[in-house]
């Protein structure tokens, strides 16, 4: 382990009532509320974490689902390095609803590498088994059709795959992270390398 500890901004949209805030309170508080209120505009919460030897602080940032929210969560997207799309699994419109979601992210955020940024999708609360309306495989066909990203079964009631999710959230940033490092570093090679000899200043 080595070096400062990088701050990363990873933020939780998903439908009202399908489980982000007791999601981050689960990682960061390790608490379930079964009678939690409906956020009001975004709550934040850090926690310190190592992944592969990097410390990191990750910043969660926890937003309002319902509708009526909007204009309170919007102006929070700037910034973010990871977006977790949330849907219960118990709940079909709301895993119909990823879509609009990671188009509301896309629109506010405004990314500079949109086909690049990384999201992260939680299907949560798994304990309910006999009330689910949403099918793993049909959650991970989603996931596929959308830039091939992680999908995580979670349940922050039972603490099922929680930390397992906000880690590849870390995960998929540090990689991206790499992979721009290797693509600046192969372009000063290049550039380097392919130096032209200096003109000649003659007349
Ligand atoms: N059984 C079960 N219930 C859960 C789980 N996660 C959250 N809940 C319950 O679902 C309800 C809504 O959870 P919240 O965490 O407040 O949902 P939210 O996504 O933050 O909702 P908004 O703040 O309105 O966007 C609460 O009653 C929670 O106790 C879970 O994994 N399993
Ligand atoms: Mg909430």
Request: hydrophobic share 35%.
């Amino acid at each position: 382990m080595s070096g400062k500890s990088l701050l990363l901004k990873v933020i939780l949209l998903g439908d009202g009532g399908v489980g982000k805030s007791s999601l981050m309170n689960r990682y960061v508080t390790d608490r379930f509320d079964s009678q939690s209120f409906h956020t009001i505009g975004v709550e934040f919460l850090n926690r310190d974490l190592e992944v592969d030897g990097r410390l990191v602080t990750l910043q969660i940032w926890d937003t309002a689902g319902q509708e009526r929210f909007k204009s309170l969560r919007t102006p929070f997207y700037r910034g973010a390095d990871c977006c977790l799309l949330t849907f219960a699994v118990d709940d079909l419109q709301s895993f119909h609803n990823l879509g609009s979601w990671k188009k509301e992210f896309m629109y506010y955020s405004d990314v500079r590498d949109p086909d690049r940024f990384p999201f992260v999708v939680l299907g949560n609360k798994v304990d309910k088994g006999p009330e689910r309306e949403v099918g793993e495989d049909e959650a991970r066909a989603w996931c596929q059709e959308n830039g091939d990203c992680p999908y995580f079964e979670t349940s922050a009631k039972d603490d099922t795959n929680v930390g397992a999710a906000f880690e590849a959230a870390v995960r998929e940033v540090l990689a991206g992270e790499d992979q721009l490092d290797h693509a600046l570093l192969s372009s000063a090679i290049d550039l380097h390398g392919n130096r032209k000899a200096p003109r000649s200043t003659c007349c």
